[in-house]
């Protein structure tokens, strides 16, 4: 069983910055495939972005790429999300999310990832 604790969250203005960070409790996290999404108000829940576990490359959804920046320490368990040029389009709740173990293929579908945070906050005002 993989634990998943997201913290970073918050509210900014448009154009500050934030970054998120996912905490692993398992020891194999290292050759997870690990993602970022977030679901706004009324909205269904969105891909942001997404590492891989066998080389951390990475995938982003049209919308955040140039402003944020997924990255892994597999030394420490983590995965972090640094969001710049943020905008009140941002504001969501962000979840962090990963596949299971031996699954290192980066997937956009939700579907396919087996463990999930309880979410954190981001609000960004105009």
């Known amino acids: 069983q993989v634990q998943l604790v997201e913290s970073g969250g918050g509210l900014v203005q448009a154009g500050d910055s934030l970054r998120l960070s996912c905490a692993a409790s398992?020891?194999?996290?290292?050759?997870?495939?690990m993602g970022w999404f977030r679901q706004a108000p009324g909205k269904e829940r969105e891909f942001v972005a997404a590492?891989?576990?066998?080389?951390?490359?990475?995938y982003y959804t049209d919308s955040v790429k140039g402003r944020f920046t997924i990255s892994r320490d597999n030394a420490k368990n983590t995965v972090d999300l640094q969001m710049n040029s943020l905008n009140p389009e941002d504001t969501a709740v962000y979840y962090c999310?990963?596949?299971?173990?031996?699954?290192?293929?980066?997937?956009?579908?939700?579907?396919?990832?087996?463990?999930w945070g309880q979410g954190t906050q981001v609000t960004v005002s105009s």
């Open positions: 999310a990963a596949r299971a173990a031996g699954s290192w293929a980066i997937s956009i579908r939700g579907d396919a990832y087996a463990y």
């Open positions: 398992a020891r194999t996290f290292s050759g997870n495939a």
């Open positions: 590492i891989r576990g066998s080389d951390s490359s990475t």
